[in-house]
């Protein structure tokens, strides 16, 4: 099966400065693969050339067999191309369940028929019934978005993303700023999502990598040095010696 985003040479330079330097990954149907590397290795520009912000200098993107590499952002999320919905793009004043119903509404274009109205409503909220009641915000759906704790805006966060049904999510650091209970949270629900989409995590923390991804692409100064499953890449002496050992230390 041909994978769902396909990311060949890809490189972009800052003047001197060569961001990505022929970067090359894949992500397959139902695969979660994760980006990891240090600090400054490349990993926004990546995501951002990904999402279509920052337009590579050479190679080729293609997204379900498409190629993307010159579209702008709005054609790649209508070709599938998910992305977590940061926090500040929640409404504050409306509910867990209303942030959801709203976000299930943009998927169906926002402007209903008339004659089907009141049945697409129905619908919609149905659906987001039925998300949070599997959710780690089961018993949170009429609270004001503005009291939840910042892990449970993290979780409502990704329900809105996964509410898109994108063919493949993009996650940037999805475990930043949570705590050990909510990590483990967040462990679980992309864990429940493995099978809705692809993903790609861009994640510092090891412990959320090595428990949900499928494989794992190490970038470091810009270059792809290792990628594999998550036992090949704690036992790459190259990995362990330029970021691993950080974490060993
Ligand atoms: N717009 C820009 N102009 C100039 N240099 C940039 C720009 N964006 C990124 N860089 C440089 O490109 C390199 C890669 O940065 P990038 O933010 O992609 O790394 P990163 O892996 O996401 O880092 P972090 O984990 O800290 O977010 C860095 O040296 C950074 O300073």
């Known amino acids: 099966m041909s994978p769902v985003l396909d990311i060949a040479g890809l490189v972009k330079t800052f003047g001197g400065l060569t961001a990505t330097d022929h ?31 920052i337009i590579p200098n050479a190679g080729q993107i293609h997204l379900a067999g498409r190629d993307v590499t010159r579209l702008p952002p709005a054609g790649r999320v209508a070709l599938g191309l998910g992305r977590t919905f940061q926090i500040t793009s929640l409404l504050d004043d409306m509910t867990v369940r209303e942030n959801l119903g709203l976000a299930i509404q943009a998927r169906e274009g926002g402007n209903f028929r008339i004659f089907d109205r009141a049945a697409k409503r129905n619908e919609v909220w149905d659906e987001a019934d039925s998300v949070l009641a599997g959710s780690a915000l089961s018993a949170r759906a009429g609270v004001k978005v503005a ?64 428990a949900l991804a499928d494989r794992i692409s190490v970038l470091v100064y810009g270059r792809i040095i290792a990628a594999g499953t998550a036992e090949e890449i704690r036992a790459n002496p190259a990995v362990r010696e330029a970021y691993l050992g950080e974490e060993d230390a």
């Open 23 to 53: 970067v090359s990954l894949t992500v397959d149907t139902g695969e979660i693969h994760a980006l990891i590397g240090p600090n400054g290795a490349g990993k926004s520009t990546l995501i951002n050339q990904i999402c279509g912000e």
């Open 147 to 210: 009291d939840l704790a910042h892990g449970e805006k993290k979780q409502l966060e990704l329900l809105m993303a996964l509410s898109q049904r994108p063919r493949v999510l993009l996650l940037d650091e999805p475990m930043a700023g949570l705590g050990h209970v909510e990590s483990q949270q967040m462990i679980e629900a992309l864990n429940a999502a493995r099978g809705e989409c692809a993903m790609l995590l861009v994640e510092h923390d090891m412990e959320a990598v090595f």
